[in-house]
């Protein structure tokens, strides 16, 4: 089975901060790679696919990079509506999805 | 619109049995392959099950393979999840999800399924 380690669990920080967000994988998954926001009571939400592809309606803010183990999930600028909790999920094989990093008010 | 309507949770005995449906509308539901996710009370997700458009793959976590089945009826649009034999540790919400190229695309509301005697 494919493990998916997330870092950090938890991030403190303030409005127009540059917010980066590292996901692992325990062998390599090319670029099969998603990323998901959350918010509490809610559904997860698709923001990024194939480890860079923006999915449609999701702010330019939010970007993806990485390949093979290493990924990332980069927020240019965090807006209030971003504060929440974000998934890497990995699809090469069968689906995975790391511990989830929450993104807190500083 | 794609929209997913999760219903059929609620409390279940350790043990008992308990059938989750998720009535898909929006898209042509036989084309596309679903999945079951879910989510402890402050915990993550999982990835539970999945199924074929036809219905004739599945797969499940290995958490729940032996206890639980995945089918679905393409005549009437909707997803089953079938627990059998549930534990304390199943207890979570239970999103139906669509996939599309491998990806999981939408998501329902969820449903909350909650084991204990």
């Known amino acids: 089975d494919i493990q998916m380690t997330q870092s950090p669990s938890t991030l403190s920080a303030s409005v127009g901060d540059r917010v980066t967000i590292t996901c692992r994988a325990s062998q390599s998954i090319s670029s099969w790679l998603a990323w998901y926001q959350q918010k509490p009571g809610k559904a997860p939400k698709l923001l990024i696919y194939k480890a860079s592809s923006l999915e449609s309606g999701v702010p330019s803010r939010f970007s993806g990079s990485g390949s093979g183990t290493e990924f990332t999930l980069t927020i240019s600028s965090l807006q209030p509506d971003d504060f929440a909790t974000y998934y890497c999920q990995q699809y090469n094989s069968l689906w995975t999805f790391g511990q989830g990093t929450k993104v807190e008010i500083k | 619109e794609v929209q997913l309507l999760e219903s059929g949770g609620g409390l279940v005995q350790p043990g008992g049995s308990l059938t989750l449906s998720c009535a898909a509308s929006g898209f042509t539901f036989s084309s596309y392959a679903m999945n079951w996710v879910r989510q402890a009370p402050g915990k993550g997700l999982e990835w539970v099950s999945y199924i074929s458009g036809g219905g004739d793959n599945t797969y499940f976590a290995d958490s729940v393979r032996g206890r639980f089945t995945i089918s679905r009826d393409n005549s009437k649009n909707t997803l089953y999840l079938q627990m059998n034999s549930p534990r304390a540790e199943d207890t979570a919400v239970y999103y139906c999800?669509?996939?599309?190229?491998?990806?999981?695309?939408?998501w329902g509301q969820g449903t909350l399924v909650t084991v204990s005697s």
């Open positions: 999800t669509q996939v599309t190229t491998e990806v999981i695309r939408n």
